[in-house]
Structures are given as structure tokens and as C-alpha cells.
């Protein structure tokens, strides 16, 4: 029945960004235009990034706020070996950013498992250090436009297909991890793990072990999310992403993923970004102020929160035979 | 209500004295379960009344709706001799009742003194709480229990012994009449419990009416007046303990018709299959040892905390032994994890299912292949069809029925739930099958059905190891019984040397 629930929280959230396009639409037709679409997907494709690692940490009943501070890290350190090594070709620097992602992620997750330090200490922790490390590096200076180099700056704007590769970076993640999530033994750890902690255990599988994945799967996405952050907008800087990551929870909340763990899709988490990336490119365009962009988007957390506490709440012992096959 | 305190009369005078509390034929029922039917219990000022029975017996019901936190579906509450009824834990409190329990439930974090009036703080101006005034009350009750305690101090820096003295405090605070004390002794040395005995006379002399609800019945002896059996949620006996002994408490207690019939089995046991030597943990059990046969069913018995879950999490890979070698099939293996445990085919059912069992969040074949994935996955990748064919399989042979195996644990029966988590087990093809508590808290029916699947996993050479603390159960399915009590195997038993009488007496250490 899972699926059915599921697919159904996934059509109403299809359905609800169906509406909102419906009503910007009656205002100012030009949102809808495909090429205006394409930019809006582009624009969203850091978010989505960074809510399916996010989501995959929630599902483990863990929370990744460093995911930003881990963006702007990343992204200052490839920005500075740009700068010192203009000739390092693209995707070295990918792999760089990914592998660097991915030790910061570690480090959280090394802390939660080993430590056994509740996760939002941890990252709560990990994100100012992390911030406080780019002013160490960067000694609070800008690494600017200019200092960049083309190839550094041109790849997330190469177009394939009509798409910015920034695009095809986010699609390919969604269909990398969707496999990942559901035809994996990984994937279904991280569903068990945060399910049911206990009956997990019990089943031979490393809780600890599992959330460290999650952190580390998270960091790493935040990390190529660095790169593509720095390079599209063509500077790093110590705020770089601020504040970013209570965006990253917020479009998990929306797309269904269940703050207690154990429930959550790649999809549902790509679907709650694309909802705040909408409102976020629409609101200004229709001309209202960006105050009322944030109550939106603060509403619209709260109603995903009710209807998925809504749909999760406790039926009751089921006891009558009949009621069984009836849910 | 302060009657003669000295006037020890060992007549269970009901005609002499007006019981301060009494239930008059009390049944409570739950869902396929009647967990107390028809009792009675009488408590008399400064009088102690042990009530005793086993496991299950119905004390902790008995427990629950003296203090409110049940309601009787029949018969009544009596105080003074005028019914009432205890609709919340408020009430009871109102009405003098106060319990305290096995394991204390205070607050850590608010000190001795906060503990002691939560609730019925003294208030000053403004209807602000009188901190100076509850200072001094706290501490003038705690110097009338004796207790060297400064009520300032925050109540998780003392020891198991102090909370209790401050369980009591609280109850004396609000001027409890009936002070009902579950298994208080539990976890106290045996110089706490000397100056707990203390106590207990002089809330006697107070003229409080105690209910002393224990398992040891030395303790009995020493501090009770009367006493009150319980069995299978019946009264079976009340009276002086004067007037009885020992023996027949335990047989009170034990003794019963057979309700329920166990599955045939031939107790033909096999070749060794697992045998323990000086299993041992630092703080929960010591020189374990035993074997263990194909085709066999182990029961394990004690009372609760007598260290057998805890042996058989460390057995499981849950937690470490300090030392002590394992061997299965007469190789010497090493368990670390449950993982390691589940590859040398031993799986432990536990006994909270709802909590360590399934995961209601996703579908039945999710949950059946959970611990078999190194068998349906290669190189990390899940082979669905592969799934579905074990899940099939094994749910088609506990005589599952559910939409389709596609469904969410959670929309199942609790029946059905628990034939997922024993599918689980099954179908990474154990040698050992270790079930805690196999049939605790489901109905007659459902037990028949676990009691029929155990022999028959038996009967396919699996061995079983079954921790129980129900007599009949242990009686009726183990070839062999181990009694554990303190930590450690009080006794071994089989044969015609399995009777109520002796589990009772190595489990209680008399």
C-alpha cells in the first residue's frame, strides 16, 4: 500500500505545482513558456541536488544543516585551485568537489555513528567550522569573475539538448539515486535504518553505519553542488549560500519526507524543490514583494507538514478481519 | 481513619476493623484477554499486605487501577467502606492512594525537593510556589524517614536507594493512606533493603495501609501481615501469613487446572548443535554454559530481570560478553554483530515486536527479506523478482493473507505482523531460533497457533531456545529448562524434575 500512498502524495504535490503554474499563468503567461520553464528547472537544480542527499539523511531520522556551509567550502577550495591551476581540466574538478563534498560529509557522519552525538549538534557544529574555514583560506577575500577561468566558468552553462548540463546534472541525480534508493541493499538500509531502528538492528543492519552513508552520499552532492554554485555564478565568498540550508529541509518537508524517518522519495524530494523553485522565480515576476515569497513558502511547509501528518496518523488498531484488506 | 496501631490483631479482621481500601470483585478485560476476573483484595491500616503471584497474574493490573490509570469494567472500589471510583492517577492521589514503583517514575532533572511536592507545591504570594516553605517541608519529611538527603540536590545524582526514599517522601507529602510498593527491593543491596524494612514499620505505625507486591519470600515473611494470591487473574487465597507457609504460597501461586493444551511432540532431540562456556558480562550475567540440540526446544525461565534477554542480546550479537567461547556444529565462532549472528544462522525474535520487530513503513516483502539480502542481491543490487519468490514463499507457509505483499506492515492485524517477523526469521534458514517471550500479551488462540509452529520448527530439526516466564508455557513445549536467577543458571532441568514447585523455588532462590 506503501506505493499507493506514496504515488498518491506524489500526484498531489504534481498536482498542486500543476496549480500554482495555473495561477502565475493567468497573470503573467510568459512563466509558462518552456524556455522560461527550462530556466526555472536550471535555477532549481542546486535544491534538488541538495534535497535528495538531505533526504536521505532525514530518512535515517538524522538532519544535515552543514550542507550549505559544505557548498561554500567546497566551492571556495576548487575556486582557489582554479585560480592556482587554471589548466586543471573540468572534471578533475568535479571529482575534486564531489570527493572534498564527501570527506566533509564524513566527518559528520563519523560523529554521529562513532560518538553517537545527536546529528543536529553535529552539523549544527560542522557548519560553522566549515564557514570559519573558507575565511581561513580565503582570509575573507572574494575569488571574483575574473580570476576564473573560461572552461571553470562555461561548464554548467553548456547547453546538451536544449538543457544547461547544470540541468542534466540534477536529472541524472534523480535517476542515479531513485536506482540507488529502491534497487539497492544501501537504499533499502536507509529506509529500514530509520523505519524502525530497533527491528533493523535486530536484522543484522548498522544503524550507525547507515547514517554515516547518509552523511556521506549528503556531502558529496553538496560538494558538486559547490562547484556548480561557484562556477554559474562566477564568484566564492564566505556567505556563499547562507542560510541555504533550511531551503534544503524545507522543499524535504514539502516533497513528503517524513521528519520522523523511514518515509521519503528522490522523486518527492525533487517535487518540493521544483514547488519553492517556482514560487521563488515566480513571485517576483508577478510582482509581489519578496516578504510575501517567504510566508508563502513558510505556509506551504506547514500545510505539507499537516497533510503528511494527516495521512501518517495513527489508524487505530486495525482488529475487525474486515478492515484489513480494506486499507 | 488513624487507627491502633499496636493493636495486632491477626485475625483478618474485616469484622474488627474497616478496611481503609478494598476492591470488591474486580474484572478487568482487554481485547481477547481477561486479565482480572473477580478479585477481591482487602488493605487495613497499619497492616502490610503482600500480594504474590507469577508473571502475569494480574498484580500490575491490580496496580494500575488502584492508582486510576485503569478502569475496572466490574465489581468496585471501596474506601472507608463507601464505594468510589478512581476516574484518573489525580483521583487516587486525592483519595490517598500512592504507589511506588519498581522503577521510580521522578523527574532527573528537578531536584529532591521539586520531586517531593510536584503538584502540590505549597503556594505563597500571588499563587507563586513557596520555594523556602517547600525547602523545609521537603526536608522536614525526609528527616522523618531517616533519609540523609539534601532536598536541593537534583534527584539524578542519587543512588536507585535515595529515589525510592524520595518516592516515599512523596507519597507521605500527600498524606497517602495506602501506599502500594511494586517490588521496591528489586534493585536495592541488601543493606538498603534492611533500612527499607525500616521504613516500612513506620509507615505502619503511621497507621498507612501498605501493599507490598514481591517476588522474594523471605521478604514476605519478614514484613507482611497478610497476603493475597493471585493466579491468572484470579484470587485464589487470602489469609495471615501466620497461618501459611512457604509451600503452599508456591503452590497458591502455581497450582492450576490445565486450561491449555499443548502440541504433541516426540522428544527425540538430535546432534549438538550450540554449545555456550563461561558466557559473561561484566554487570548482567556470569558462567553461563550450556548445550544445545537439533530438534530441541530450551526453555528459559526466571523472573523478570533475571539477566535472560540480556544473556541471549549478548548471544545475538545485540551486546558483547566479556568473555566466553560459542560454538556451532562444533566450530568455535565469534559474534560481533547481529549480522554475524544471522550468517551463523542464529536469529532472535525479541520480545518487543512492536518495537523491535517490523517496519510498518514498508511492505510485507520488504520486511521478510530484510535480513536476507546477502541472498537476494548481488553486488549490492536487490533482484526483486528474487525478493518476491522468498517472501512468497515464506508467508504462503505461516498461512498469511494480505491484499498483496506490496502492502505496508502497518495496515496489518497484529497477528499478521507478528506472522511477517516470524516469515522474517524463517527465511534466513536458522539453525537457532531464539523467541523471547513467544506468546506474551496475545489471546488464547494465537498462542495455540505460536505453540503449534515452535513444535513444528522442532520437528524440522531446528533448534529452539524459548525465554518464558509463564509456567504452563515452559512446562508444556520445553524438552529441557534452564532457570536463570541473578544473572546466573540457577538450576537445569528436565524431565519429571520440570514442576511448578522447583522452577518457582530456583527462580526465587528458596
Known amino acids: 500500500m506503501s506505493k499507493h500512498v506514496l504515488m498518491s502524495r506524489e500526484m498531489l504535490l504534481t498536482g498542486a505545482i500543476i496549480l500554482l503554474l495555473g495561477i502565475i499563468a493567468s497573470r503573467f503567461p510568459a512563466f509558462i513558456a518552456p524556455s522560461n520553464l527550462v530556466n526555472v528547472f536550471n535555477d532549481t537544480a542546486p535544491l534538488i541536488l541538495l534535497a535528495i542527499g538531505q533526504m536521505i539523511v532525514i530518512l535515517t531520522r538524522c538532519i544535515d544543516l552543514s550542507v550549505a556551509a559544505n557548498l561554500a567550502l567546497t566551492g571556495m577550495v576548487v575556486a582557489m585551485i582554479n585560480v592556482a591551476m587554471p589548466e586543471l581540466p573540468v572534471p578533475v574538478i568535479i571529482v575534486i568537489s564531489i570527493g572534498f563534498g564527501a570527506l566533509l560529509g564524513m566527518i559528520n557522519g563519523v560523529l554521529v555513528w562513532k560518538l553517537a552525538i545527536p546529528p543536529i549538534v553535529v552539523t549544527l557544529g560542522t557548519m560553522t567550522i566549515f564557514r570559519g574555514t573558507i575565511f581561513l583560506l580565503s582570509d575573507g577575500k572574494w575569488v571574483n ?15 546538451l539538448i536544449g538543457l544547461p548540463l547544470m540541468s542534466w546534472i540534477a536529472i541524472a541525480a534523480v535517476i542515479f539515486f531513485t536506482l540507488l534508493m529502491s534497487r539497492t541493499t544501501l537504499g533499502r538500509a536507509f529506509y529500514a535504518a530509520g523505519g524502525n531502528p530497533h527491528a533493523a538492528t535486530y536484522a543484522g543492519i548498522d544503524v ?3 547514517q554515516f552513508w547518509a552523511f556521506t552520499i549528503s556531502g558529496a552532492l553538496a560538494g558538486l553542488t559547490g562547484y556548480l554554485w561557484v562556477s554559474r555564478f562566477a564568484v566564492a565568498f564566505v556567505d556563499l549560500a547562507g542560510g541555504f540550508e533550511l531551503n534544503v529541509v524545507a522543499a524535504c518537508v514539502i516533497g513528503g519526507v517524513a521528519i520522523m524517518g523511514g518515509i521519503g522519495t528522490v522523486v518527492g524530494a525533487m517535487l518540493g524543490s521544483l514547488f519553492l523553485g517556482i514560487i521563488s522565480n515566480a513571485l517576483p515576476v508577478v510582482n509581489i514583494s519578496p516578504f510575501w515569497q517567504l510566508a508563502i513558502s513558510g505556509s506551504a511547509i506547514i500545510i505539507a507538514v499537516a497533510l503528511n501528518a494527516q495521512a501518517n496518523r495513527d489508524k487505530g488498531r486495525i482488529i475487525l478481519k474486515r478492515a484489513e484488506h480494506a486499507t | 481513619m488513624l487507627m491502633h496501631p499496636d493493636q495486632k490483631s491477626d485475625l483478618l479482621g474485616a469484622e474488627t476493623e474497616t478496611p481503609v481500601l478494598a476492591l470488591n470483585r474486580v474484572t478487568k478485560t482487554f481485547p481477547g484477554v481477561t486479565a482480572l476476573s473477580e478479585v477481591s483484595l482487602v488493605l487495613f491500616p497499619g497492616k502490610v499486605t503482600a500480594l504474590v503471584g507469577e ?6 493490573t ?15 472500589i471501596e474506601i ?3 464505594p468510589c471510583r478512581f476516574p484518573n492517577s489525580q483521583a487516587a492521589g486525592d483519595a490517598g492512594v500512592t504507589a511506588i514503583h519498581q522503577e521510580t517514575v521522578l523527574f532527573d532533572e528537578l531536584s529532591v525537593a521539586e520531586n517531593i511536592f510536584l503538584g502540590h507545591a505549597p503556594r505563597g504570594r500571588f499563587g507563586l510556589i513557596d520555594t523556602a516553605e517547600m525547602i523545609e517541608k521537603a526536608r522536614a519529611i525526609l528527616v522523618s524517614i531517616g533519609a540523609q538527603i539534601d532536598p536541593h540536590t537534583r534527584l539524578k545524582d542519587l543512588g536507585i536507594a535515595n529515589k525510592h526514599l524520595v518516592a516515599i517522601a512523596r507519597a507521605l507529602s500527600i498524606d497517602a493512606r495506602v501506599v502500594i510498593m511494586d517490588e521496591p527491593t528489586a534493585a536495592l543491596s541488601q543493606k538498603e533493603i534492611e533500612e527499607l524494612y525500616v521504613l516500612v514499620e513506620e509507615l505502619k505505625d503511621q497507621g498507612k495501609a501498605i501493599l507490598f507486591i514481591s517476588h522474594k519470600f523471605d521478604e514476605i515473611f519478614r514484613i507482611a501481615d497478610h497476603y493475597t494470591v493471585f493466579r491468572d487473574g484470579a484470587l485464589v487465597g487470602t489469609g495471615s501469613i501466620a497461618d501459611v507457609s512457604e509451600g503452599e504460597l508456591v503452590k497458591m501461586m502455581v497450582g492450576r487446572d490445565v486450561s491449555q493444551i499443548f502440541p504433541e511432540r516426540d522428544h527425540n532431540v538430535g546432534d549438538e548443535i550450540l554449545v555456550v562456556e563461561g558466557y559473561e558480562h561484566p554487570t548482567e550475567f556470569a558462567d553461563i554454559d550450556f548445550t544445545l540440540h537439533r530438534g530441541e526446544i530450551l526453555g528459559f525461565y526466571g523472573l523478570v530481570g533475571a539477566g535472560r534477554s540480556e544473556f541471549m542480546q549478548s548471544l545475538f550479537g545485540i551486546t558483547q560478553p566479556a568473555s566466553g567461547t560459542l560454538r556451532i556444529d562444533g566450530e568455535k565462532v565469534v559474534i560481533r554483530s547481529p549480522a554475524d549472528a544471522v550468517a551463523n544462522g542464529i536469529v532472535y525474535v525479541p520480545e518487543d515486536r512492536g518495537k523491535q520487530g517490523a517496519i510498518t513503513a514498508l511492505p510485507i516483502f520488504q520486511n521478510v527479506t530484510l535480513p536476507s539480502l546477502g541472498r537476494t542481491s548481488r553486488n549490492g543490487f536487490l533482484r526483486l523478482a528474487e525478493e518476491f519468490k522468498l517472501a512468497r514463499e515464506y508467508t504462503e507457509r505461516l498461512d498469511l493473507r494480505a491484499a498483496s505483499l506490496d502492502t505496508d506492515v502497518g495496515n496489518l492485524s497484529g497477528g499478521n505482523q507478528q506472522k511477517v517477523v516470524i516469515a522474517k526469521w524463517l527465511a534466513t534458514q536458522p539453525k537457532v531460533i531464539i523467541l523471547d ?9 494465537s498462542k495455540a497457533a505460536v505453540h503449534e509452529f515452535m513444535a513444528e520448527l522442532a520437528a524440522q530439526g531446528l533448534a529452539v531456545i524459548m525465554v518464558s516466564s509463564e509456567i504452563p508455557e515452559i512446562m508444556g513445549m520445553s524438552d529441557r529448562v534452564i532457570v536463570m536467577r541473578e544473572g546466573r543458571i540457577a538450576a537445569e532441568l528436565s524431565g519429571d524434575q520440570i514442576t511448578p514447585e522447583s522452577l518457582v523455588r530456583h527462580a526465587a532462590g528458596i
Do not use: C, M, W
Not at chain 1, 145 to 159: G, I, L, M, V, W
Open chain 1, 145 to 159: 569573475s575574473h580570476e576564473f577561468s573560461d572552461t571553470f566558468k562555461a561548464f554548467p552553462r553548456t547547453e
Open chain 1, 208 to 210: 550507525g553505519k547507515t
Open chain 2, 55 to 60: 508473571n502475569g497474574a494480574g498484580k500490575s
Open chain 2, 62 to 76: 491490580v496496580v494500575k487501577i488502584l492508582t486510576g490509570i485503569y478502569q475496572p469494567d466490574g465489581g468496585e
Open chain 2, 80 to 82: 472507608d467502606g463507601a
Open chain 2, 437 to 445: 517471550e513467544p506468546t506474551k500479551g496475545i489471546d488464547i488462540g
